[in-house]
């Protein structure tokens, strides 16, 4: 059947208003697809998670070109990891259901993001109080972050403090009419962690749109130009995205600016680093006068898509925590997608990609001296290798041919739901 609305339910995510140049994630990609063919609403917060800022002073809505877009107006929070942004959180759930209350009918379809756990929770709620249907797309193991690293008793305090949110996802994803997880280990972990039925649950991975190819702008022409001046011919390694704990940037630098000096010049590269985050000035400090990294901060795609084009290795360090473990994050994908091959300390599924398909090269995280070897494989890739990048991006992960399976395929399972309820 067709839907006669799709909602979105997103509370952290950069969107089209957000700027010229924004870099859209998972729900962006998915407002931009389904508003071509049916009324689609997209919830979001006020808060810029990305740059720690409102938006807006109250709830609002704007009318865009691909949609609607409805900014819930919540608290903000200053830090990641901190119980303001769980509040925040909470207040978005809350707020988003009770919009969505006085709107969402039988032949709607609702797509809600898992974080945040409230927005599951409440939004599935809706959908079954008003038998519309509802697809829960898990994107991170929340409530189980909170206590990975934790240990004895402080493990404990954790796990019992989270055993409510624990009994709202449980509850959400059980009662959803597909739960999408971006891995078969993410998969496995909704089954077994949650009870979710098997066939309820569904591998979508996070899908991706290609960069148009479209001439750099000015502003990022003269960041390349710079940058180039700043590399002195050496090649260059670029990472895109958040400055955080979760990846291994400590063993990069290690290598980048401790590791370098003995080599000769033509085996040296330069480290470009794009993106905030909370250790961004930690690590700015780290590198200040080296010649061989640097830590730029935020920029726009079309910076990316410049800095992209001139490098000759992508970085997806992503520590090997248990949230990522089988997880295939959106950074591989958009590595792939400019034909780069990608170095990585991922066990599992992204490693088996890389070096199965010879995408690029895989190093134990920790190890500075295996990292530049593994850095200098990628670079010696064959001439093929952004060609099988690409192609590997189209065939698995590009955002038209994942949002559509996902669409159909809940559309087949609304269908059979509505059949089995007539038999009756």
């Known amino acids: 059947m067709a839907f006669k609305h799709i909602y979105l339910i997103r509370c952290s995510e950069t969107v089209p208003t957000d700027g010229e140049n924004v870099r859209l994630l998972r729900t962006g990609q998915m407002f931009s697809l389904f508003a071509r063919e049916y ?25 865009l070109d691909a949609g609607t877009i409805v ?13 303001r942004r769980l509040y925040d959180h909470f207040v978005f759930g809350l707020k988003s ?14 797509v809600i993001s898992m974080p945040t756990m409230s927005a599951a929770f409440f939004s599935v709620l809706v959908a079954r109080l008003k038998g519309a249907a509802a697809v829960v797309e898990v994107r991170d193991k929340w409530p189980d972050v909170f206590w990975y690293g934790c240990s004895g008793w402080r493990r404990r305090l954790v796990q019992a403090a989270c055993l409510p949110l624990g009994a709202m996802v449980g509850w959400a994803l059980r009662s959803a009419m597909l ?16 009870g979710v039925a098997a066939e309820s649950a569904i591998v979508s991975p996070l899908g991706y749109r290609r960069s148009s190819g479209s001439a750099p702008t000015a502003p990022a022409q003269s960041f390349c130009r710079d940058l180039a001046g700043r590399a002195r011919g050496r090649r260059i390694v670029c990472f895109f995205g958040t400055v955080g704990r979760m990846f291994d940037i400590g063993t990069v630098i290690d290598y980048a600016v401790g590791g370098q000096d003995g080599l000769p010049e033509r085996e040296r590269f330069y480290f470009v680093f794009l993106g905030g985050g909370d250790y961004l000035r930690h690590w700015r400090g780290r590198v200040a006068g080296s010649p061989y990294a640097e830590f730029a901060g935020w920029a726009g795609k079309d910076v990316l898509d410049a800095v992209a084009a001139m490098s000759s290795v992508a970085l997806a360090p992503y520590r090997n925590t248990p949230n990522f473990e ?22 599992g599924e992204v490693r088996r990609m890389v070096e199965e398909n010879r995408l690029g090269a895989y190093y134990e995280e920790g190890d500075a001296a295996g990292f530049g070897a593994a850095v200098r494989a990628a670079a010696a890739l064959d001439d093929g290798a ?17 949002y559509r399976r996902l669409l159909d395929e809940a559309g087949s399972r609304r269908d059979a739901m509505l059949r089995a309820r007539q038999s009756v």
């Open 179 to 194: 739960v999408a997880a971006p891995s078969d280990e993410y998969r496995q972990w909704t089954m077994r962690r949650f």
């Open 97 to 110: 259901a009770l919009w969505l209350l006085r709107r969402v009918k039988q032949d709607h379809l609702l």
């Open 39 to 63: 009324p689609c609403t997209w919830l979001v917060s006020t808060f810029n998670h990305f740059e720690k800022r409102q938006r807006f002073g109250r709830t609002t809505q704007r009318e």
């Open 386 to 402: 952004a060609r099988r990048a690409r192609d590997y991006f189209q065939a698995h992960f590009d955002a038209e041919t994942v």
């Open 326 to 347: 089988g997880h295939v994050p959106n950074k591989i994908m958009e590595y792939l997608s400019y034909g780069l091959p990608i170095v990585t300390c991922m066990k």
């Open 71 to 83: 900014f819930v107006r919540t608290p903000g929070y200053g830090g990641n990891i901190s119980l």
